[in-house]
């Protein structure tokens, strides 16, 4: 399946920010969608899943500020990110694991095949 980011920029702390994940050449439903993030200088890192099979998953330091969510007609995943700090400023990626994977570790990596190109977030006043 192929991903497309978008919806990335610069915005002030505090604010919000949605970023958008299209899916081409297969239905994203089917499919454990993670977003990852990598800050300048670091490794990257989780941020959120949401499995095919049900429920969603967030890294401590997004939980209760980002909200992961799919829209099956449009076949994109979105990442809502409000409160925005500093902190969270990076590239963000969408992945993909293969089609009916069993998502046992989605903040893995390694666990997905597909990846999109990425979208900046920044974080500053």
């Known amino acids: 399946v192929q991903l497309v980011e978008s919806g990335g920029g610069l915005v002030q702390p505090g604010g919000s920010l949605r970023l958008s994940c299209a899916a081409s050449?297969?239905?994203?439903?089917?499919?454990?969608v993670g977003w990852f993030r990598q800050p300048p200088g670091k490794d990257r890192e989780f941020v959120s899943a949401i499995p095919w099979t049900s429920g969603t998953d967030y890294a401590d330091s997004v939980k209760g500020r980002f909200t992961i969510s799919r829209d099956s007609a449009k076949n994109t995943v979105y990442l809502q990110m409000s409160s925005l700090k500093p902190e969270d400023t990076a590239t963000y990626y969408c992945a993909a694991q293969s089609i009916y994977t069993i998502p046992n570790d989605v903040r893995s990596a390694r666990e997905y095949r597909d990846w999109g190109q990425g979208t900046q977030v920044t974080v500053s006043s």
């Open positions: 050449g297969g239905i994203i439903s089917r499919y454990t």
